[in-house]
């Protein structure tokens, strides 16, 4: 239904963790839950979101069964969180970064498959002891179908041009986001590989919308 102009920018996920839990690194967590299986909570923004979907990907490649508790949005998960209501979650960056640095939660890795340059200090999950790991909530541009090859291209170059600009980029970096600037068959590429990963995960953690 749509062409694909321009992939703009990925924003990943925080595994979060109460200072209460005894686990400083991905593999301590992963022990942990091995040894304690089904006994760790992690919450979420609800059942299908972002959030929710990082967390079936850790228990699905790390093999540990954890417990999910959807809340109505990633804000009360946060302050769940927070009272120590609940062990860990995958938050967006925003939500929680703040209570990173005042260590109120402990931060143990990034869904993003690099470092973010909002964060460079937290590694990735992927680099921490779960390779290949990556779930990035994303965003981008698409026009509708049928819209001619020339006029995608015009766009997807002068959006990018505007992505790269010094000031642009710091804006989004102090967000939390990471532009990315693909060109068109770049982006076309992006969406067969999400599509395929999420489709495995969604049937492997039998997820449904409630």
């Known amino acids: 239904d749509y062409e694909y102009v321009c992939l703009l920018s990925t924003t990943p996920n925080v595994l979060v963790v109460h200072p209460s839990l005894p686990v400083k690194s991905i593999k301590e967590l992963i022990e942990f839950a091995k040894a304690n299986p ?4 992690f919450g979420s923004a609800g059942i299908g979101s972002s959030l929710h979907l990082s ?26 969180l927070l009272g120590g209501h609940i ?8 939500s929680v970064i703040a209570h990173v640095r005042s260590g109120k939660l402990r931060a143990l890795g990034l869904t993003s498959e690099k470092r973010s340059l909002s964060m ?28 001619p090859e020339p ?34 068959e770049e982006f076309a590429a992006f969406i067969r590989k999400d ?13 449904r919308v409630e």
């Not at 089904?38 to 909570?41: C, E, I, Q, R, V």
């Not at 002068?158 to 710091?170: F, G, H, S, T, Y």
């Open 38 to 41: 089904g006994k760790l909570t």
């Open 55 to 80: 967390g079936e990907l850790f228990k699905m490649m790390a093999g540990v069964d954890m417990l999910h508790v959807p809340y109505k949005g990633g804000g009360a998960a946060v302050t769940e």
């Open 87 to 94: 062990s860990m979650q995958f938050a967006t960056v925003p």
């Open 120 to 147: 460079p200090e937290i590694p990735t999950i992927s680099e921490s002891g779960l390779p290949g790991f990556d779930q990035s909530a994303w965003h981008g541009l698409f026009a509708p179908a049928g819209t």
């Open 151 to 184: 006029i995608i291209a015009k766009i997807s170059k002068e959006v990018v041009r505007i992505l790269k600009l010094p000031d642009i980029e710091k804006r989004f970096v102090t967000q939390g986001v990471d532009i990315i600037a693909s060109s068109p």
């Open 195 to 207: 599509v395929a990963k999420y489709e495995k995960l969604i049937k492997s953690a039998n997820i």
